[in-house]
């Protein structure tokens, strides 16, 4: 998505060679029109799969399963993430270690808002070790719902996240895959 | 708005006098068209003010900021939750505490993202406490912006958060007002 990796020259920050800000326009501050177009975007690619729902993971995915849930005109759900495994109703859960703050915590969807009946798209801002993506699929098969797909916004294709899910059998489509960076230097796969 | 209302009655689950589960629609599964509709109604009840930005904290108040931010053409801002105060950036802050979970975190957002020129709407799922809505509005203050008002998709107004708001000076718009509540029973203002 050409629109895409322009705003991400212009304005993303990159940190170090894992580390790419976003921020004052995918996750912070949100450009609306640019996330609407990333949900016609996911919209396009899965088009001809008779998507039910939505999925996503708090907070970051909300702006981009909202977007891609108007395009498909489908509602969508978000995985709530809790340290504590209170599960106060019933939920499918999965265990997510997150690499940055090197923690474990645990994602959850309510039982009652995915089940053997949904075709679901899954799709988050971010691409890189994977793991939450991984939970969110456990989630979706647990839930004996089918997965179609897996939408990201953003992917590095350098870290191990795609491997993974493919591993699992996922269909993967990114928007913006970024082979390597560095602070003042990014290259886009072609 | 009465498409709300009847949504509250058919699908809210009453847990008690004071807590209102609406995580079939508004905060855990979304429907999208109704969000849609919700960012519209904030768009023409604050219709003539010349907003620039739409502020909400993450991660239940993403969808309405974000369909609010679709209904007037700006982008959105999500304050972040932490529960350190690791201020590695530049950002505004105000202490909120939770009264359900009996704890206190920080919200915060970047001083890039809201400045003096800006003329910010506040959006926000529940007013209730208040004690969000409150931390968001020191935030305004404190980047010299201007605050047009707060839009609350669900308010209660047996709770203390309206009181609160309106010692600010703060205008205050919500689309369905609680009265007063119990399992099996709910009642609107009119």
Redesign the interface.
């Known amino acids: 998505m050409k629109l895409l990796e322009e705003r991400i020259r212009q304005e993303g920050l990159i940190l170090s060679d894992t580390v790419l800000k976003v ?3 995918l996750n ?6 640019l ?2 177009e990333i949900g016609r975007e996911f919209g396009r690619k899965f088009a001809g799969e008779p998507i039910t ?1 939505v999925l996503t993971i ?2 970051s995915g ?2 981009f399963a ?2 891609t ?2 395009a498909l ?6 995985a ?1 993430k809790k340290k504590a495994v209170t599960l106060a109703e019933e939920v499918y859960s999965a265990p997510v270690h997150s690499f940055t703050r090197q923690e474990t915590y645990q994602v959850s ?2 039982r ?2 995915i089940g053997p009946g949904d075709k679901v798209l899954i799709v988050d801002d971010f691409l890189a070790t994977g793991a939450a993506l991984v939970g969110l699929v456990q989630i979706v098969k647990e839930a004996g719902a089918e997965l179609v797909g897996v939408g990201c916004v953003i992917e590095k294709t350098f870290q191990e996240g795609r491997g993974l899910l493919e591993q699992l059998g996922v269909r993967i489509h990114s928007l913006a895959r970024i082979r390597a960076m560095s602070p003042g230097e990014i290259h886009f796969e072609d």
Chains 1, 2 share one sequence.
Request: charged share 25%; no cysteine; proline share 3%.
């Open positions: 921020d004052s326009f912070h501050q949100v450009d609306t029109e996330a609407l729902k708090e907070a909300i702006q909202m977007a849930g108007i005109g489908v509602p969508f759900v978000y709530k969807v309510s009652k808002y």
